[in-house]
């Protein structure tokens, strides 16, 4: 059993309450659930993570972090910005993972669960939104920049109107009867994205 949380430690703890709180959401998850997942005493967690809200908070933040680094690897290997978006939707997110603890992004979930709940989660939470957004936005404004997407599109608003379109992919996931339909929807995104391409646009990048 954990009593100490060196730097191993804690990213293990934090991994595996990501999962939890991942799967059943923030309200779902008491106290007595994260002491069996963790393996640590309620002394223990409070010590390391100061409450159950804030370990929540940093349970999204490496959520995030893991998904941003995924998403990184592949952008590293794609021919071009909107390949490498299309095939992180297609590899990566969670939506159309079967290896996901359930298939939906954990932000969408926790969106959905917390609302416009004031607090430090909703605050952590529209950071990450925030952040999540900017970074979409640089792969189109790439794609701009080498010519593969038109020179009057919007990087920020396609980026939003992505994120939101996977967050309610998200929500209508969560549904196991929906999970054929869900994948269909996402495929489709995928080759949205594609086809944003401009005409004639072959040059992979280099």
């Known amino acids: 059993m954990l009593t100490r949380t060196p730097h191993h430690d804690r990213n293990q703890a934090l991994d595996k309450a990501m999962t939890l709180f991942w799967k059943q959401g923030y309200g779902a998850t008491s106290m007595k659930h994260l002491e069996a997942a963790l393996g640590m005493h309620p002394g223990s967690i409070y010590a390391a993570f100061q409450s159950k809200e804030m370990l929540f908070c940093l349970s999204l933040q490496r959520y995030f972090a893991q998904l941003g680094s995924a998403r990184a690897a592949i952008s590293d290997t794609a021919a071009s910005p909107l390949d490498g978006l299309a095939r992180f939707l297609r590899e990566a997110h969670p939506v159309m993972c079967d290896d996901a603890p359930i298939p939906a992004c954990m932000l969408a979930r926790t969106s959905l669960e917390i609302g416009g709940t004031p607090g430090p989660i909703t605050e952590t939470l529209a950071e990450i939104l925030r952040q999540n ?73 280099s």
């Open 133 to 205: 957004e900017a970074s979409i936005a640089q792969s189109f404004a790439e794609a701009q920049a080498i010519g593969q997407l038109r020179a009057d599109a919007d990087p920020q608003a396609l980026a939003r109107r992505l994120q939101v379109r996977l967050m309610g992919l998200s929500a209508y996931g969560q549904i196991p009867s929906h999970r054929a339909a869900t994948l269909a929807m996402g495929e489709d995104l995928a080759q949205e994205i594609e086809a944003m391409a401009e005409p004639g646009w072959h040059t992979p990048r």
